[in-house]
T-cell receptor, first 115, second 112 residues
Framework: KAGVTQTPRYLIKTRGQQVTLSCSPI?????VSWYQQTPGQGLQFLFE???????NKGNFPGRFSGRQFSNSRSEMNVSTLELGDSALYLC??????????????FGPGTRLTVL | EDKVVQSPLSLVVHEGDTVTLNCSYE??????LLWYKQEKKAPTFLFML????IEKKSGRLSSILDKKELFSILNITATQTGDSAVYLC????????????FGSGTKLNVKP
């Protein structure tokens, strides 16, 4: 089974621009979560999508948004980039079962640098 | 406020040593605790713990959860240089499927 894939792997943008990152979960997984990882803040939860609906959201400004498509692929968008948005953005996929305890598998990440 | 605290923040040992990494948590509606290993890439899943007192084991790695005292430990025996990585602990909460709170990680450096 193929793992979680993310594209692009590396991205360099300038302040004020916007960026879209893509994530394809493991086949059969319907839940996709996004995280931001920085040296100072560690791994922080952005949001989670399941069946094209955002189920959970972390404490990030509205510049961070996402969506999920019917094939479970997800995109994350950051508008009006700031220097502090430079980070590794990780996507994780989980299967879904009522009352189950879900393991979460990560993709390789997208390294975003904002200049 | 929900939080996950890992200790120590960093650790330097020599090959063959045994190490114990700690993860304590204060979260509402605990559901599961996960351990990950992160090298220079995405975190790799190691263990998921949901019940107290049941040890999970994989080779030289083992982990156990204490839901009464709200902590977990990850043990690595006979460490190797390939064990050098950041070890992350994450706690999943009930009622919010697939929402996890992560600790800041323990950076392990195993010297030859």
């Amino acid at each position: 089974k193929a793992g979680v894939t993310q594209t692009p792997r590396y991205l360099i943008k300038t302040r004020g621009q916007q960026v879209t990152l893509s994530c394809s979960p493991i086949s059969g997984h319907r839940s996709v979560s996004w995280y931001q990882q920085t040296p100072g803040q560690g791994l922080q939860f952005l949001f989670e999508y399941f069946s094209e609906t955002q189920r959970n959201k972390g404490n990030f400004p509205g510049r961070f948004s996402g969506r999920q498509f019917s094939n479970s692929r997800s995109e994350m968008n950051v508008s009006t980039l700031e220097l502090g948005d430079s980070a590794l953005y990780l996507c994780a996929s989980s299967s879904q079962g009522s009352g189950s305890y879900n393991e979460q598998f990560f993709g390789p990440g997208t390294r975003l640098t904002v200049l | 406020e929900d939080k996950v605290v890992q200790s120590p923040l960093s650790l330097v040992v020599h090959e063959g040593d045994t190490v114990t990494l700690n993860c304590s948590y204060e979260v509402t509606n605990f559901r599961s605790l996960l351990w990950y290993k992160q090298e220079k890439k995405a975190p790799t899943f190691l263990f998921m713990l949901t019940s107290s007192g049941i040890e999970k084991k994989s080779g030289r790695l083992s982990s156990i959860l204490d839901k009464k005292e709200l902590f977990s430990i990850l043990n690595i025996t006979a460490t190797q240089t390939g064990d050098s990585a950041v070890y992350l602990c994450a706690v999943g909460v009930e009622y919010n499927f697939n929402k996890f709170y992560f600790g800041s990680g323990t950076k392990l450096n195993v010297k030859p």
